[in-house]
């Protein structure tokens, strides 16, 4: 009975979050199948799993907008599936790329721990930031689906056929361990969210 007490408490827009969750989640199991099989159209998949689930981020706001839903519940659950399909999902298509040199490695962690860190802290802000207005003015740091273009430049190498050691810039020996200068994109795009000075306004 609980379980379903949980599900009457879903609002119409936390199914197009839970829509967001999902596609993160075949965004992972693609980029793996990717690994095992190197098939391309596994990779491609995976890859347009990425605009899916911004697809579902957009619209689960308007609708919840519209339908006047907004809850501390929808906004948690839109952080958690964000996690999935823009951080997660898309350093697991680097390692998948070819970014697994141990430095390329410790880049993609960071990438996921900013993004984790991003949407914790606009959720502890998001209250006071908006000053009672239906939503936050403007986000402190790039939103984590700006990760989006990440997947979308792999998405163009792998089309070239431009992975592994191939991907482009190249791979560098430093020390024991290896990193493919690709992977600083991630790294950029990581610091870039939890810039406490850049702030972009919320359209």
Avoid at 23 to 51: D, E, K, W
Avoid at 93 to 98: D, H, N, R, S, T
Avoid at 159 to 181: A, E, K, M, N, Y
């Amino acid at each position: 009975m609980k379980h379903f007490s949980m599900i009457r408490e879903f609002q119409l827009a936390d199914f197009f979050t839970l829509g967001n969750a999902a596609c993160g989640a075949l965004m992972v199991l693609f980029a793996a199948a990717f690994i095992g099989t190197h098939s391309l159209s596994n990779f491609m998949l995976s890859a347009l799993m990425a605009p899916a689930a911004f697809a579902f981020d957009v619209v689960d706001g308007r609708v919840a907008r519209w339908r006047h839903e907004q809850s501390a519940m929808g906004r948690e659950l839109d952080s958690l599936a964000d996690v999935i399909s823009f951080g997660i999902g898309p350093a697991t298509l680097g390692f998948a790329a070819g970014l697994q040199g141990g430095f390329d490695v410790l880049v993609l962690i960071y990438f996921v721990c900013c993004g984790v860190s991003r949407l914790a802290r606009y959720n502890v802000t998001a209250e006071s930031l908006s000053a009672g207005a239906a939503k936050v003015p403007y986000f402190e740091g790039t939103p984590i689906p700006t990760s989006v273009l990440l997947v979308l430049l792999m998405a163009v190498a792998a089309w070239q056929g431009r992975l592994g050691d191939s991907i482009w810039f190249g791979v560098v020996q430093l020390g024991p361990w290896t990193l493919h200068p690709f992977s600083l994109l991630f790294a950029l795009s990581g610091t870039l969210m939890i810039s406490k000075t850049l702030r972009i306004p919320k359209l």
